[in-house]
């Protein structure tokens, strides 16, 4: 119970889900509403996993914001640091998918966007261990993506351990994909931890070749990157040694938030480290760290929807044998 907090800093919003089969969002009739956003998938692993998570984000001061507000108390997540916005309704996010493996994708950004670097300042950061960048939509504008790029400077200059992961959406860069990424290498050039997807590892670097890719990263600054392959496993480095640790195989219903999972897992395993930078520089047991969250990953994938799925973990055993 003394192991200090994970604070994670990003959106949180609601995601609408078209129930209705194969149907677009003008024709759509039946939606599901749940708590998404990459950090909420992040904190309630932690959590879940047993350990203490912190969620700094904004939403308005609305129904669907008191209803993530709940939604994370429930899931045991320090909320002390979600704030409300008197001005700004919260962010929403409507789906629905095709059978053709199409989305339409509405997205109504709100208070996630204002978010600020006195806010950033003002919360209780100094008191979490780890701090993880992880937002698919912080680095879309101002005033939030200001605030985040300097913020994540002044958590890796006093000390802290930053993990980063850019949670790249085509659907939200159509057309800025270069703005993401001379933002995505900032932050990367900031961290301890980077988790990138294989799709994002090639976007980011410029490489065809993963190797090159992570060579890249390291050559930024930074320490230990891992990427995620979905079944294959995980690609992990720490800038001498690297190898891919292999997952478990699965019956996968719905892959939404397992990379989310498996961050909250390794962040999880990181915590228990006094100095987790240590971890580090042992591969060995870094390789053990990453197995156990290519599990918890891989067992979300069993279930529908992120949050639901998470909380599927509560009790359970993940580490490698």
């Known amino acids: 119970m003394n192991e200090p907090s994970i604070l994670c800093i990003g959106e949180l919003l609601v995601d609408f889900f078209c129930t209705d089969i194969n149907t ?5 009739q039946q939606f599901s509403k749940q708590a998404g956003g990459a950090p909420a998938n992040v904190c309630a692993t932690i959590t879940t996993l047993g350990g203490r998570s912190r969620f ?5 001061n609305d129904p669907f914001g008191h209803f993530l507000k709940k939604t994370m108390m429930d899931l045991t997540i320090d909320d002390s640091s979600i704030l409300l916005d008197e001005h700004h309704p919260t962010t929403l996010a409507f789906v629905s998918l095709k059978e053709d493996g199409e989305r339409d994708f509405v997205f109504n950004r709100g208070a996630d966007a204002h978010l600020n670097r006195e806010e950033l300042l003002e919360s209780s950061w100094r008191e979490s261990s780890i701090i993880h960048f992880g937002s698919a939509t912080a680095l879309l504008g101002d005033p939030f993506k200001s605030a985040y790029v300097s913020f994540i400077q002044t958590i890796k200059e006093a000390g802290k351990f930053v993990s980063f992961d850019p949670n790249f959406r085509s659907d939200l860069w159509k057309g800025r994909e270069r703005d993401f990424v001379g933002l995505a290498e ?8 980077v988790k990138v997807s294989e799709e994002e590892c090639k976007i980011i670097s410029g490489f065809s070749r993963l190797s090159d890719g992570v060579d890249y990263f390291h050559r930024m600054g930074a320490h230990t990157v891992a990427v995620t392959l979905g079944r294959d496993g995980t690609l992990v480095s720490n800038g001498k040694e690297s190898c891919i640790v292999p997952s478990i195989p699965v019956h996968s219903v719905d892959s939404t938030g397992a990379g989310d999972a498996f961050v909250g897992a390794t962040l999880h395993q990181f ?3 006094q100095d987790p930078k240590d971890l580090l520089e042992d591969f060995e047991q870094l390789k053990n760290v990453i197995s156990t969250s290519n599990r918890v990953g891989a067992t979300v994938c069993t279930k529908m929807g992120a949050i639901r799925a998470i909380r599927e973990l509560e009790g359970r055993t993940f580490h490698s044998s």
């Open 271 to 273: 915590n228990h480290y």
């Open 186 to 193: 900032h932050c990367i050039s900031q961290a301890d931890f």
């Open 56 to 60: 700094l984000s904004k939403v308005g």
């Open 24 to 28: 677009d969002l003008a024709q759509g």
